[in-house]
């Protein structure tokens, strides 16, 4: 399976800071704060404000010794620091995503929020009883993915408004990761195939309500991860050889591959300036 991966930081969270230009390749760790002993990151903004959620420590059913996890947000850059805890949605919180504007997202159970100003606000839609939010732009759009009878659905939503389901491949379910400014979204959809050779699901491009298929590297599978402002599509791919390599896609170019033979790779994420970071 071609699964997004979140990494995972053990007793404390750090953020990685350059000093100077990419090409000194000098760099601070800054730490975070001391937290608890299991934690993860989320996300960060342009202004380096940093989200992230811990775990949960200890068995719910004794109290005296359970710590639930939760979300927070930490401005290192800020005068003084800072640290904001997010208010309490759940013993079990995970964060996606936070914009410019410190709008953060995430969720608990089957429940997803944004974080705005102090308050949770629960992201709902008439039309779903479940919405997963991944990804949040500068203008509000939130995109992720809703339950449906029919199956699992990549959807965008904004301010309030029903979610907009935006389809598949032709098979029954799809994901969203992703939205840039420009309301694109991208993600993984299922294709109409029966059977190998060819691909079960695909990455694809959505905009204006027409979504695109983006192949694959030779395999059977694809997921696109995140894009930018200037359309430029990360993920990873399959290889005819079954091996899965990191991709990055552009309209002119297609999608090409950033891996190494022998090794498997994954690209996570697109800055504005074309810089990728993956594993």
Not at 13 to 35: C, K, N, P, T
Not at 92 to 97: E, H, P, Q, R
Not at 109 to 138: M, P, R
């Amino acid at each position: 399976n071609l699964n997004r991966c979140i990494l995972h930081v053990i007793a404390g969270i750090y953020a990685l800071v350059a000093s100077s230009s990419l090409a000194s390749a000098q760099y601070e760790i800054i730490d975070l704060g001391f937290l608890f002993r299991s934690s993860a990151p989320g996300a960060i903004n342009d202004a380096g404000a940093a989200a992230f959620f811990t775990y949960p420590m200890g068995n719910p059913t004794e109290p005296q010794l359970f710590r639930p996890g939760g979300g927070y947000v930490v401005s290192p850059f800020a005068t003084p620091q800072s640290t904001t805890i997010l208010p309490n949605i759940g013993p079990y919180v995970y964060i996606m995503d936070i914009n410019n504007d410190g709008i953060t997202i995430g969720g608990s159970g089957h429940k997803s929020f944004q974080f705005v100003d102090g308050t949770a606000i629960e992201i709902t839609a008439a039309n779903f009883e479940f919405l997963d939010a991944t990804s949040i732009n500068g203008i509000g759009q939130i995109a992720g993915h809703a339950s449906t009878a029919e199956g699992q659905r990549a959807f965008i939503w904004s301010n309030h408004a029903d979610a907009q389901l935006i389809g598949t491949l032709g098979g029954p379910n799809s994901a969203a990761w992703d939205v840039n400014n420009h309301g694109v979204v991208v993600g993984m959809a299922d294709t109409d195939a029966q059977a190998l050779p060819a691909a079960v699901y695909e990455a694809f491009v959505w905009q204006d309500g027409h979504m695109e298929g983006l192949g694959t590297l030779g395999g059977y599978a694809s997921a696109a991860y995140a894009i930018n402002d200037a359309g430029v599509v990360v993920g990873e791919a399959q290889l005819s050889n079954r091996e899965v390599h990191a991709f990055v896609y552009d309209a002119q170019n297609g999608m090409r591959d950033l891996g190494m033979p022998g090794v498997e790779s994954v690209a996570h994420d697109v800055n504005n300036a074309g810089w990728i970071v993956g594993a």
